[in-house]
């Protein structure tokens, strides 16, 4: 049976060329990155040393300023408990998005009940943050402002730019979660004000398990994993090299490709759009079309449950919600974020596109949307809502 993968935002195979560059580091070099007395851990380290700065190359960041961790969620966690307990002099206040990713939800609530005051900031309908919200929302206690780059769901894409202006310009730090667009749209620490961002591998075609947190010079973090001292303290345990490898070699393929990348992706999911408009009734777009990634698209069918075109959809991988939380029948908390009833959200699919499409592979999905809708609505009992 003809499959085709459209989960981008949940995870990316990795790119043969990334496995590529990695496989050495698995067997024949396989020092510690931290064993400083032979060969082994030099080769190691160099290797190391290389993926830190296609790291930092594609954020425009000194390489000094890359800490590895196990992927995005654990460099949210870091970012802002490490940020929240090393600043808890300067205030007692946090301030983030209601739609942001449960990794960065879960920690400001974790920290909210240790004594930190929250404010979740409510976007508009479109998912974009509105800046005199943001800005009245800054107390003189404000410690961190923590705003997504691209959201995961509906793939709206943040103005971080004037969000980190304002943010420096009212002395509070600036975290932001850059996991979807990092690698795909540009993102420069410079140009967006970041103190501090999280990025991670497996959604750039690299392998899993693999992150990074960029810390401006001069910010200071509590660490979270406390042991040898790896990363200047900021995060222990020896290196994940064979990944760290792959996430640097993925970083580097795509600073040279992300821009004809991110048109031919583009192109490919407003392909998907047109078809789906011009064949079905009661199809919208969840979030801003103009602010988004090349590779997202959350659409809604009216008097479709979305749980049941997915089950009607073996052989076409999209997701109802965050994959995360897909597993739990609730609507997704994005989707009401920006207003939908949760009918609607649960109305609701998101395709995520990528490098590895081609024209064949939408078409292929297109249609068989298209069928399983219609087929799906005609078995609708009649009198019931198209809600
Ligand atoms: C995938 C994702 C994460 C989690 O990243 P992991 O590396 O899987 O821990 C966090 N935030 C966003 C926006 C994501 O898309």
């Known amino acids: 049976m003809r499959s085709v993968y459209l989960d981008c935002q949940a995870t990316t195979p990795v790119d043969p060329r990334v496995l590529e560059a990695m496989l050495p580091y698995f067997a024949e070099r396989f020092g510690n990155a931290a064993s400083r007395g032979h060969r082994f851990g030099w080769e190691a380290e160099k290797a190391v040393d290389r993926a830190r700065r296609q790291v930092a190359e594609l954020a425009g960041a000194d390489p000094r300023e890359i800490v590895f961790t196990s992927g995005a969620t654990e460099s949210n966690n870091l970012a802002l408990k490490g940020a ?86 009212r002395g509070v730090l600036f975290h932001s979660d850059a996991a979807q ?43 979270q994993m406390d042991g040898g001292g790896h990363e200047a303290g900021m995060r222990s345990g020896t290196l994940n090299v064979p990944g760290i490898v792959g996430f640097g070699a993925a970083c580097a393929i795509a600073r040279e490709e992300m821009a004809e990348e991110a048109r031919r992706v583009t192109r490919l999911r407003d392909r998907l759009l047109a078809r ?22 959350n659409v809604r069918f009216a008097g479709i449950e979305s749980s049941a075109l997915v089950t009607a959809l073996p052989d076409v991988a999209v997701s109802t919600g965050s994959a995360c939380s897909s597993a739990i029948p609730e609507p997704s908390h994005v989707l009401l974020a920006i207003g939908l009833s949760p009918t ?7 395709f995520g596109l990528g490098r590895f499409h081609s024209e064949e592979d939408i078409d292929f999905a297109a249609g068989r949307v298209i069928e399983e809708v219609t087929r799906l609505r005609t078995r609708r009992p009649a009198g019931s809502p198209m809600g």
């Not at 693999?210 to 200071?220: F, I, N």
């Open 84 to 169: 929240a307990e090393a600043y808890r002099n300067r205030g007692d206040h946090l301030i983030a998005v209601t739609t942001e990713h449960h990794a960065v939800v879960d920690p400001v609530r974790h920290l909210e009940r240790m004594g930190w005051r929250l404010t979740m900031l409510q976007p508009g309908p479109d998912g974009l943050l509105d800046l005199d919200r943001l800005a009245a929302a800054i107390e003189p206690a404000t410690v961190v402002v923590s705003v997504m780059h691209a959201n995961n769901e509906i793939g709206v894409v943040q103005p971080i730019a004037a969000i980190g202006a304002l943010c420096r310009q």
């Open 181 to 223: 667009s990092f690698g795909k749209i540009p993102f420069d620490v410079d140009a967006a004000a970041v103190d501090l961002a999280s990025v991670t591998a497996h959604k750039i075609f690299g392998p899993k398990g693999v992150g990074a947190l960029y810390v401006r010079r001069r910010v200071e973090l509590a660490a």
């Open 276 to 297: 789906l408009t011009a064949a079905l009734e009661g199809v919208a777009v969840n979030g801003s079309l103009e602010s988004r990634l090349p590779g997202n698209l």
């Open 344 to 350: 609607e959200a649960r109305s609701s699919i998101r």
